[in-house]
């Protein structure tokens, strides 16, 4: 593997893994995300694990880039070791299609599949986080089928509701947020991901897996009436 590393400005670095997305380098960046929680150096500000980036922020006062470089270098040469890392699943239930999914027809008629054959292949995978961004607690997740893979829309929406969930290319997500956006809309989870008021206010984070579950209108209008304490 190509590692090689870059400044980001005067208070980051990013350490890059190649440039193609597989399980080499999603193992590497979450191999270094948990050597770096382990570790934790005095100088870290905070990491960002991405597709097959970690940029890492720095104090400048604590340590310069080049000082910085190094010990990641150092750190680098544990790759190796039996790390513990630390997978979390998540399920997320899902109601699809009617008013929270209006493109699911679209995606099946792109792929020639029926709508319920898109919610069979949706909801019969284990998924995975790659990383946190474009909004505040957005998930760009991997590991979907290409068989109901479609092109984002030709006018992105002025307004997509918070919790609808989405496809882009062979990408699935969830809108945490209202904001607007391009991707094709095939449902709505119940269950809130971005919940400013907690301490870690993202209910996932790059390394998790994802599960989606099937849900019906009544259970969906059943969980919405639960208090945010009982949504996962």
Known sequence: MNISFSPLGDQA???????????QTK??????????EKQKPDWMIEFIPAF???????????????????????????????????????????CYGGEFGPDLEFVARHNKLTPREVIDIHTSGTYSVHMIGFAPGFPFIGGM?????????????????ERTVGI????????????????????????RLFLPENDVPSLLRAGDQIVFKEISKEDYDAWEEK?????P
């Not at 068989?147 to 997509?160: F, Q, T, V």
């Not at 290319?169 to 449902?187: A, D, F, M, R």
């Not at 208090?227 to 949504?231: I, L, T």
């Open 52 to 94: 097959v980036t970690v940029t890492v922020f720095y104090n400048p006062i604590l340590a310069l880039y080049d000082k910085v470089k190094i010990e990641l270098e150092r750190l680098l040469l544990h790759l190796g070791e039996d790390l513990a890392v630390k997978t979390t699943t998540i399920e997320i239930p899902v």
């Open 13 to 23: 670095i990013v350490i890059e893994f190649g440039h193609e997305i597989n399980e």
């Open 145 to 161: 089928s290409e068989k109901i893979a479609a092109p984002r829309r030709d006018s992105p929406r002025l307004r997509i509701l």
């Open 168 to 191: 882009a290319g062979l990408q699935t997500g969830v809108y945490p947020i209202e904001t607007p956006g391009g991707w094709q809309l095939i449902g709505r989870t119940p269950i």
């Open 227 to 231: 208090p945010d304490a009982e949504n």
């Open 27 to 36: 193992q590497a960046v979450r191999r270094v995300s948990t050597l770096l």
